[in-house]
């Protein structure tokens, strides 16, 4: 007869370990090539709701699993459960393969951000040190977890703000430029005159409102 692991976790602590698994370090380093790769308009943003996608059928796939087979032993249970001994084995050391990998790969972002240079010894230093916590028990794991949890979001969110006003006030430069130009241009030319360089690249392109602005900026100076 196998001891039953005690439920040492609360609800809250489960949603804060799932978050933990679902926005680490990756993000900080992800979003780069993933914007090479397909732009950083709409393609990104199809490709950000595919994953979401991806990860909310992954995430109710293993809460319903984990629902109906409440036991120690995850994804080598669920295989073993529905598929037979050999899935189960073949799922479970995927799984161990996969998350040492992932392992491994948020070490050495984490590597890279602290000290580029050394990366590696870093690397090397936070598993093991993450490792003694998580043998000093569970509390202490999702305490710390929701530390990162919650620098993470922290950052994103300030990422997201500094971005919007960056875009803001490019538009807001912009339109100052060409408003200055455009009064530049304006200035000692009558009614009748084109507003100069503004205005004739604007007439290749067909656009005529150069000369009007002009024209009613100059009247109401009358």
């Known amino acids: 007869m196998s001891a039953e692991l005690r439920r040492a976790f609360g609800v809250f602590d489960a949603v804060v370990i799932g978050l933990g698994a679902m926005v680490g370090a990756g993000i900080f380093v992800a979003l780069g090539p993933a914007a090479a790769a397909v732009g950083s308009g709409g393609g990104l943003l199809l490709a950000l709701g595919i994953a979401a996608v991806v990860a909310y059928c992954n995430a109710m796939a293993s809460a319903r699993l984990a629902a109906r087979y409440p036991r120690s032993g995850g994804t080598y249970v669920y295989g073993r459960e529905c598929l037979g001994s050999l899935w189960g084995y073949l799922a479970g050391w995927a799984f161990v393969v996969g998350k040492t990998a992932s392992c491994a790969a948020m070490a050495l972002t984490v590597g890279a951000y602290v000290w580029p240079e050394h990366a590696h010894i870093v690397a090397v230093a936070a598993v093991v040190a993450l490792t003694a916590l998580n043998y000093g028990g569970v509390q202490k794991s999702a305490l710390l977890t929701r530390v990162i949890v919650a620098l993470v979001l922290a ?55 150069v000369p009007r602005e002009c024209e009613e900026e100059q009247t109401r100076g009358l």
């Open 155 to 209: 950052v994103l969110a300030a990422v997201v703000a500094v971005g919007l006003g960056a875009e803001d006030g490019e538009h807001a430069d912009r339109d100052e430029r060409v408003d200055g130009e455009r009064d530049a241009q304006c200035e000692g030319h009558g009614p009748g005159d084109r507003p100069g360089r503004v205005a004739d690249l604007l007439a290749q392109r067909g656009d005529a409102r």
